[in-house]
């Protein structure tokens, strides 16, 4: 056996979450390894939707710009029920004021995993394929993990940590013996990426809704191409892995406007809701679908995994630079889990709603909620709760480890609210560009927070006060101490070097080598 040189991280699976794990420790100077067990990514995807808060992750990282060129904006949907469109809402920029990334933008998973590994390749990390984690020992100061390569010959490869981002069926997960109890829902669904015309092949999204079953068609980049989501219902006497567009329910499509002209691909799958017990053990960490899968519902299961490599990134770099006591790593299972939960919880009603078969449920499908929807929608008020949550810009940590204080209405644990046009022309988020700890304030930072930046290297911003900045709920020459996500570790309303102090501290955090 051949011993591979050493790295800091080895990651094990190369779809979006592990991919951007690896894009942002890189960035935060961390050495790592990636590898996939298939040959090639995958062509075949059912995720489609980023949201506004990994598009401001992204930014941080230089990536954002290329998704958003690459994908499309989704401003309106449609509900279609027994061939009529019900209801039709203008989605708009419906996030204006909240984020640089206002809208709901559309860009394929299979598409988005080759940006993701382009821009890996130019940070000089080549994903290993056909590469796979037989074991892994967890020694105390580092891990030995043993991989298959492709010629066949076992590889044995030391870390420092290992990350499990290869999906519900993760060989780290089993490895480490955590538990990933939930359920599965009795329908089979499919996916297929088709070119077609019609009424519902309009650029919006459009979503038909019958008393057995439902179609949502999502518009991609391109004339005429669209991704198709539905239920196979009946599987026949076909075996899962031997179904084609032929198999699928045609209940809706046989009324709903749209001419499918040709497949370019077909695929099935059945959906889990599903979290794991824990989300890491030592030196081990579950990320994505390895931690929790849980329905579409939403365009939130990518997302959240990607959610989950920028959270453990930093922190694995803090205590691999020496910059954190590795007890910093604990609070990853305790941010991220608790969401976790809470998502799956909240898709799942959802979920249920939409494919029950009981009467109740038909009624509000068909009935009611396409009466209510316009209406909804025109409140400003709606439109913002909708975008907050959907985005996932409203995920926080509060009552966590990591989060103190609160200055105005801005929590400690809170996403720092986003403040447009600043300073010179640029937002409150440039600086996080950076990805290190920094303080924020927006009015005047008085001479004893400047001492303290100085003398701990610590990056301050100030911003010119403006009434705007306020309707965030940013409260003037408060301090607000920023992790290298961009969450609010430390609100502190009196603007007091004592409590930046003391906060750092008590955590062991230093910001130099």
């Given at each position: 056996?051949?011993k591979?040189?050493d790295?800091d991280?080895?990651i094990?699976?190369?779809?979006p979450?592990?991919l951007?794990l690896a894009l942002?420790?890189?960035?935060?100077?961390?050495?790592?390894r990636?590898?996939?067990?298939?040959?090639e990514?995958?062509?075949?995807?059912?995720?489609?939707?980023v949201?506004a808060?990994t598009l401001?992750?992204?930014?941080q990282?230089?990536?954002?710009d290329a998704?958003?060129?690459?994908?499309?904006?989704?401003?309106?949907?449609?509900?279609?029920?027994?061939?009529?469109?019900?209801?039709h809402?203008?989605?708009g920029?419906m996030?204006t004021?909240?984020?640089?990334?206002?809208?709901?933008l559309?860009?394929?998973?299979d598409e988005h995993?080759r940006?993701?590994?382009?821009?890996l390749s130019e940070?000089?990390?080549?994903?290993e394929r056909r590469?796979?984690l037989?074991?892994?020992?967890d020694?105390?100061?580092?891990?030995i993990?043993?991989?298959?390569?492709p010629?066949?010959?076992q590889?044995r490869?030391e870390?420092a940590?290992?990350a499990?981002?290869?999906?519900?069926?993760?060989?780290?997960?089993?490895?480490?013996?955590i538990?990933?109890?939930?359920g599965?829902y009795?329908?089979l669904f499919y996916?297929?990426?088709?070119?077609a015309s019609g009424?519902t092949v309009n650029?919006?999204?459009n979503?038909?809704?019958d008393?057995?079953?439902?179609?949502?068609v999502?518009?991609l980049?391109?004339?005429?191409r669209?991704?198709l989501i539905g239920?196979?219902?009946?599987?026949s006497?076909h075996?899962?892995d031997?179904?084609?567009?032929?198999d699928?329910?045609r209940r809706?499509?046989e009324w709903?406007p749209?001419?499918v002209k040709r497949?370019?691909?077909?695929?099935?799958?059945?959906?889990h809701?599903?979290v794991a017990?824990h989300f890491?053990k030592?030196?081990a960490?579950?990320?994505?679908?390895?931690?929790h899968i849980?329905?579409p519902?939403?365009?939130?299961?990518m997302n959240?995994?990607?959610?989950?490599?920028?959270n453990l990134?930093?922190?694995?770099?803090?205590?691999?630079?020496g910059r954190?006591?590795?007890?910093l790593?604990?609070?990853?299972?305790?941010e991220?889990i608790a969401f976790?939960?809470?998502?799956?919880a909240?898709t799942?009603?959802a979920?249920?709603?939409?494919?029950?078969?009981?009467a109740?449920?038909?009624?509000i499908?068909?009935?009611?909620?396409?009466?209510?929807?316009?209406?909804l929608y025109s409140?400003?008020a709606?439109?913002?709760?909708i975008?907050?949550t959907?985005s996932?810009?409203v995920v926080?940590y509060?009552?966590?480890?990591?989060?103190?204080?609160?200055a105005g209405?801005?929590?400690g644990?809170?996403?720092?609210?986003?403040?447009k046009s600043a300073?010179?022309?640029s937002d409150?988020?440039?600086p996080l560009?950076?990805l290190?700890?920094q303080?924020?304030?927006y009015?005047?930072a008085n001479?004893?927070?400047r001492?303290?930046c100085?003398?701990?290297?610590?990056p301050?911003?100030?911003?010119?006060?403006?009434?705007?900045v306020?309707?965030?709920?940013?409260r003037?020459?408060?301090?607000?101490?920023?992790?290298p996500?961009?969450?609010?570790?430390?609100a502190?309303?009196?603007?007091?070097a004592?409590?930046?102090t003391?906060?750092l501290?008590?955590?062991?955090?230093t910001?130099?080598?």
């Open positions: 056996m051949n591979s040189p790295t991280v080895l094990v699976g190369a779809g979450t592990g951007v942002w420790l890189t960035r935060l100077g961390v050495r790592v990636i590898v996939d067990k298939t040959a990514p995958g062509t075949t995807s059912r995720a489609l939707a949201q808060r401001e992750f992204y930014s990282v230089g990536l954002a998704v958003v060129e690459r994908g499309r904006k989704t401003m309106a949907a449609n509900l279609w029920v027994a061939g009529k469109r019900a209801a809402a203008v989605l920029e996030g004021g909240l984020s640089p990334f206002p809208y709901a559309i860009f394929p998973q995993e940006l993701l590994v382009e821009r940070a000089g990390v080549q994903v590469t796979e037989i074991k892994f020992e020694h105390a100061s580092r891990v993990a043993y991989l298959k390569r010629d066949g010959e590889e490869c870390a940590f290992i499990g981002c290869d999906g519900a069926h993760s060989a780290v997960r089993e490895a480490l013996q538990g990933f109890p939930g599965v009795e329908h996916v297929a990426d088709v070119e009424a650029g919006e999204l979503i038909a809704l008393r057995t079953d439902f179609l949502v999502f518009p980049k391109g004339e005429g669209a991704r239920t196979v219902r009946q599987e006497d075996q899962r031997e179904l084609s567009w032929n699928v329910n809706v499509l709903m749209i001419d497949v370019n691909w077909f695929s099935t799958y059945r959906v809701h599903r017990g890491g030592g030196r960490f579950l990320l994505g679908d390895a931690a849980h329905s519902v939403g365009g939130q299961g959240t995994g990607i959610g989950d490599a920028v990134a930093w922190k694995l770099a803090a205590v691999l630079h954190a006591d590795a007890s790593l604990d609070s990853y299972e305790k991220r976790a939960r809470r998502l799956v909240t799942d009603r979920f249920t709603a939409v494919t029950s078969s009981g109740l449920a038909r009624l499908r068909l009935h009611i909620v396409p009466l209510l929807l316009a209406p409140l400003k709606v439109r913002r709760l975008f907050r959907v996932q810009t926080n509060r009552g966590g480890s990591l989060s103190e204080g609160r209405e801005v929590h644990g809170d996403r720092l609210p986003w403040v300073l010179n022309g409150n988020f440039t560009t950076s290190a700890w303080v924020h304030v009015g005047e001479s004893e927070i001492r303290l100085d003398g701990r290297g610590l301050l911003h100030v911003f010119p006060w403006r009434p705007e306020g309707r965030t709920g940013l003037r020459n408060a301090v607000y101490l920023l992790r996500d961009g969450y609010v570790a430390l502190d309303r009196e603007g007091r004592a409590t930046v003391s906060y501290d008590s955590r062991k955090l910001l130099r080598s």
